[in-house]
């Protein structure tokens, strides 16, 4: 049986709403590529993901980079205490990496649009878009690529391990972690965000 004209309208509003659904969860992310390892360096970073957490110092200096920063987060996250969690998780987890957090705030922006349950057409998932291959390579079984701490976690980690591979060059850093090593736009379109949006002053 043929559906009335009323129902054909409706059955295409409701496709339009899902297409606009998908498009809202979708990430604009690549694909991090899956690159053989070296038993020392898979043992390195799977000791990095499952290190016990320290604590930071409460200081001035965090208080300050708090107050900068939170704005800017709340307008992307609407949530207060979900924003506040997330800045002192995004600190916490770039400092222990060794990165600086306004350049994880601008990869998340970039990669996600700050959507905790972003999901790429590749499969990479979360804030900062991580691949699942990573939880098999480096961590544990169960991990959960959607909880924040998690997802920041991993993403550090890889992050610094591009960083590492590319002797500090941030540029193919960033083209490593999306996948598109060798391409400008990704690393330019991070770097951008990071100066017009992250940097003190932005």
């Keep these: 049986m043929s559906a009335s004209r009323p129902e054909r309208r409706f059955l295409a509003a ?3 709403a899902l297409v ?11 694909a991090q590529k899956r690159e053989p390892l070296s038993a020392a360096i898979q043992a390195t ?18 208080r300050a980079w ?18 506040r969690d997330l800045l002192e ?4 987890e770039a400092l222990r990496a060794g990165l600086d957090p306004r350049l994880v705030l601008a990869v998340i922006d970039v990669e996600s649009g ?28 169960g991990q959960n690529l959607f909880h924040p701490r998690t997802n920041l976690r991993y993403g550090c980690v890889i992050l610094r391990h591009y960083l590492r591979i590319e002797d500090g060059n941030l540029h193919n850093a960033l083209g490593r972690y999306n996948g598109s090593l060798g391409r ?3 690393p330019e379109r991070v ?10 002053g932005a």
Aim: glycine share 6%.
């Design 14 to 16: 409701a496709a339009i």
């Design 20 to 30: 606009a659904l998908a498009g809202a969860c979708a990430a604009w992310a690549g």
């Design 45 to 62: 970073l799977a000791k990095a993901v499952t290190d016990r957490e320290r604590t930071l110092p409460d200081d001035h200096e965090a």
């Design 66 to 83: 708090m107050r900068a920063m939170y704005d800017r987060v709340h307008r992307r996250v609407r949530d207060e205490r979900i924003a």
């Design 89 to 92: 998780m995004v600190r916490y």
């Design 114 to 141: 700050f959507r905790k349950y972003a999901v790429s057409s590749a499969g990479a998932r979360g804030y900062m878009q991580v691949m699942p291959f990573w939880v098999r390579e480096i961590g544990m079984p």
């Design 184 to 186: 400008p736009e990704y």
């Design 191 to 200: 770097l951008r965000a990071l100066r017009e949006r992250w940097s003190p």
